[in-house]
């Protein structure tokens, strides 16, 4: 069974310009995360989609957004890239919202480099 | 207020040493996950376990071994005789029901580093 796969692996964009990063979650599994660990830091937060709504989403400014398609996959769209959005982006999925008994499995992450 | 704390930074030992990465969490709720996670060089996070608030029962996985203690709100993590394989950042991870959202918290992590 496939895992948590992210793509591209690598992207460096500049200043100002807008990044995409995409997400395909574990088949079967209808919630996707969205974590930035910037250097130094640990795992923040951004954005939580299921069954294709977004759900919740951490204290990042709105230039962070992003949406889930109906086979679940997601993409994760920062605007106006600031220098410190340089981080690695995470992804993760799990089964079910409404129950706490499901981890959720990470994806390799796509490493942002904003110059 | 961090829900999730790792005060241990970073923490080095020689092959074959014993090594417990602390955790300790905050929480209201009487339901909740707690978990731990693997972050090699690779970058993509390893489940390691996950335990719910209503089983306090200890863990052992080979050379790892987990102990839950509620009253000190704390899961700490021990590998016994480490490897330089085991060298990577551990996160540790609090999901708890907050408006109907279930979102791990995570702890800063400690970079753990096995020497040969």
């Known amino acids: 069974e496939a895992g948590v796969t992210q793509s591209p692996t690598h992207l460096i964009k500049t200043r100002g310009q807008q990044a995409t990063l995409r997400c395909s979650p574990i088949?079967?599994?209808?919630?996707v995360y969205w974590y930035q660990q910037a250097l130094g830091l640990g795992l923040q937060f951004l954005l939580w989609?299921?069954?294709?709504?977004?759900?919740n989403r951490g204290n990042f400014p709105p230039r962070f957004s992003g949406r889930q398609f109906p086979n679940y996959s997601s993409e994760l769209n920062v605007n106006a890239l600031e220098l410190e959005d340089s981080a690695l982006y995470l992804c993760?999925?799990?089964?079910?919202?409404?129950?706490?008994?499901?981890?959720?499995?990470f994806g390799q992450g796509t490493r942002l480099t904003v110059v | 207020a961090q829900k999730v704390t790792q005060a241990q930074t970073e923490i080095s030992v020689v092959e074959k040493e014993d090594v417990t990465l602390d955790c300790v969490y905050e929480?209201?709720?009487?339901?909740?996950?707690l978990f731990w996670y693997k972050q090699p060089p690779s970058g993509e996070l390893v489940f390691l376990i996950r335990?719910?608030?209503?089983?306090?029962q200890n863990e052992i996985s080979g050379r790892y071994s987990w102990n839950f203690q509620k009253s000190t709100s704390s899961f700490n993590f021990t590998i016994t005789a480490s490897q330089v394989v085991d060298s990577a950042v551990y996160f540790c991870?609090?999901?708890?029901?907050?408006?109907?959202?279930?979102?791990?918290?995570f702890g800063r992590g400690t970079s753990l580093i096995v020497h040969p």
């Open positions: 335990r719910n608030s209503f089983d306090e």
């Open positions: 989609y299921d069954e294709g709504e977004e759900r």
């Open positions: 929480t209201r709720d009487t339901t909740y996950y």
């Open positions: 088949s079967g599994h209808t919630s």
């Open positions: 991870a609090l999901s708890e029901e907050t408006g109907g959202s279930y979102i791990p918290t």
């Open positions: 993760a999925s799990s089964l079910v919202r409404d129950r706490l008994n499901t981890e959720a499995f």
